[in-house]
């Protein structure tokens, strides 16, 4: 990491931590938000933009986990040491099954994986009986490890903002490994890879079941700020958005999805304060990403600063 | 026990009879164009909209039907000519940019004709029921979705497999660029093709319209319905859309009234089977 970049990193940390006593309540809320959605899109984009495979059944491992949680913990009072996990294990487990999906390839992919999601919408709001129906599950409490429990909404940023951050690193790790290079391999090439003796479907599998891992996690972060679960949780617009966010922050990056969530939840916010037809302009957003900046805020960024550099360079 | 299992099949047909018009629009499209629209859904809605308020205004269900497909077919020709074209073949645009589609047709909807259910007025010849053997009420307007789809179908059927123009579909489907070069205009075939997804779209979305009703959130139900029926027949198979949209309507049928809060969860098990044995669907071909 070069020094601009460390400097940026240590600014940007020194304004998370500062935000709850400088903004006040609402902008902390708003931001606890964009953490968490930001890693439901890095968890997209794990898929997206290193695997080349195009998931629209994000919310379901978002929302399984998230019901497994407020269930345990409401219904059965079990301390969120358990619930936690078993909110992640109940995610990670769908998408052992969903995982199936890596079968196919392309349009296949996107279609089959928009059905797997509404199928988890459906019994989510049919089943009301476990689910909780359309009201769903609501009085989840605040995360509690014995003694120490987490008792404000500021409290509460700091933890989602410590786990997004060991999640930012992890996944660097990761995405440097042999695995990570392997899956851009398999983006780039599949034949090639192939052909170079690696297993791509195993491949792509793992990945599929640890994106679906991470997009459990953030159900969990999800669930304990929300307070309630509902089928909204598992809806397709969710997916769809989450793959917007990493799309608009530029995918293959960490950074882009969470610059991604903040536009997409900052404009919502803003939007709908003043404007009815909130949805129509998500969904405008979605075509003029399209259209204008497939490459996100991040290929935007890259592209200012090649054209910015060359300025200077030309004018020493 | 007996006479429910009949009713649920004619049921399942029937609803078979709604997704084939929606899904063989779609399968169409994508088998020439290499579209994929996630907006199909959102024309079945306003097609069915537009229709209903014809249907009000003139008090014809025949009007109603072709003026919402009609609507459709300037709608859709508008989305295709000025946003769909300019993604070229990349279908991961085409998903997000649809989808976005759908978002702004759902939204403006919403705003014109609201948040309730609607029911699209079907005429008194059509409405009421049919006795069946067995002192059996059903209705009507079930049999009356049955005859249409199956004329459609069998109108499609022939267009495609017995017409030139049918011909130079199919040979489109195969390889567009050497239909290119022998001077067929391929371009003005595109735009015959998504013009016809486009108006059966918007006329599914009357004739859905008169018993399923209309009302926000439709167009995702519908539209996850003609995926499943194109995935388990094959993109761009008009016989795959037929054979997947009977499955589907009866698998639906039978579902909801045997395990009625898993039905969604009976969708899942063709597509499950497809992927371990025949990932391309029934009928489909590597894209």
């Known amino acids: 990491m070069d020094r601009g970049r460390a400097v940026l990193a240590a600014v940007a940390l020194a304004a998370a931590l500062a935000l709850p006593s400088a903004a006040g309540p609402f902008w902390t809320g708003l931001v606890t938000q964009m953490y968490i959605f930001g890693l439901l899109a890095l968890s997209v984009d794990l898929l997206l933009g290193h695997a080349g495979l195009f998931s629209l059944t994000h919310a379901s491992f978002f929302a399984v986990s998230a019901y497994t949680v407020a269930i345990l913990q409401v219904r059965y009072a079990v301390p969120t040491a358990l619930a936690a996990p078993a909110g992640i294990l109940a995610g990670t487990l769908l998408a052992l099954l969903f995982g199936l999906a890596v079968r196919t390839r392309g349009v296949y992919f996107i279609l089959i994986t928009i059905a797997f999601g509404y199928v988890v919408w459906g019994v989510a709001h049919r089943w009301s009986s476990f689910t909780g129906g359309d009201n769903g599950v609501t009085n989840v409490p605040f995360p509690a490890l ?3 429990a987490i008792t404000s909404h500021t409290q509460y940023y700091y933890l989602v903002l410590a786990a997004v951050i060991v999640c930012g690193l992890g996944y660097r790790v990761f995405m440097r490994s042999p695995f990570g290079l392997g899956l851009r391999g398999i983006k780039a090439s599949e034949s090639r890879m192939q052909s170079l003796g690696f297993r791509t479907s195993a491949h792509l599998y793992a990945a599929f079941v640890l994106s679906g891992a991470l997009a459990s ?3 969990v972060l999800y669930v304990y700020y929300n307070k309630f679960v509902n089928p909204v949780a598992a809806s397709f617009p969710v997916s769809v958005e989450a793959a917007l966010m990493a799309i608009v922050g530029g995918t293959g990056t960490i950074i882009g999805p969470f610059l991604g969530a903040a536009v997409v939840l900052g404009l919502r916010n803003w939007v709908s304060s003043f404007f009815e037809l909130h949805a129509a302009v998500m969904g405008a957003v979605f075509i003029a990403t399209v259209l204008w900046a497939p490459q ?3 290929g935007i960024a890259g592209r200012l600063r090649a054209r910015f550099g060359k300025a200077k360079e030309r004018t020493p | ?3 429910s299992a009949v009713l649920q099949a004619i049921n399942g047909i029937s609803l078979a009879a709604l997704l084939f018009l929606l899904a063989s629009g779609f399968t169409l499209s994508f088998g ?21 308020t014809i249907a009000e205004k003139t008090g014809s269900f025949a009007l109603a039907l072709v003026g919402g497909g009609a609507a459709i077919i300037v709608v859709g020709y508008l989305i295709d000519r000025f946003l769909i074209r300019r993604t070229g073949e990349n279908h991961l645009a085409q998903v997000l940019l649809t989808v976005g589609v759908a978002f702004v047709i759902g939204d403006v909807a919403l705003a014109i004709w609201g948040g309730d259910n609607l029911m699209v007025p079907a005429p008194k010849f059509l409405k009421g029921a049919v006795i069946l053997p067995g002192d059996v009420y059903y209705p009507r307007y079930r049999f009356v979705l049955i005859f249409l789809g199956v004329a459609v179908g069998v109108a499609l059927w022939l267009l495609y497999k017995k017409t030139q123009l049918g011909a130079v579909v199919r040979a489109g489907v195969d390889d567009r660029e050497q239909v290119n070069a022998t001077g067929i205009n391929v371009d003005r075939l595109f735009v015959m093709v998504s013009g016809l997804a486009s108006f059966l779209a918007g006329m599914a979305g009357v004739a859905g319209g008169a018993f399923l009703t209309l009302y926000p959130g439709a167009e995702w139900e519908i539209l996850v319905y003609a995926l499943v029926v194109v995935i388990v027949g094959g993109l761009g198979s008009l016989e795959g859309a037929m054979i997947g949209a009977l499955i589907v309507g009866l698998l639906d049928a039978y579902g909801r009234w045997l395990l009625p ?12 089977l497809l992927m371990l044995f025949r990932p391309r669907g029934l009928f489909g071909r590597e894209y």
């Open chain 2, 261 to 272: 809060e898993f039905s969604y969860f009976v969708l899942f098990g063709p597509i499950a």
């Open chain 1, 217 to 219: 996690f953030a159900g």
């Open chain 1, 146 to 148: 014995g003694a120490a």
């Open chain 1, 296 to 298: 996100g805020l991040v």
């Open chain 2, 1 to 3: 026990m007996l006479t």
């Open chain 2, 32 to 52: 020439l164009m290499r579209v994929v629209n996630m907006a199909h859904g959102a024309y079945y809605l306003l097609g069915g909209y537009i229709g209903l």
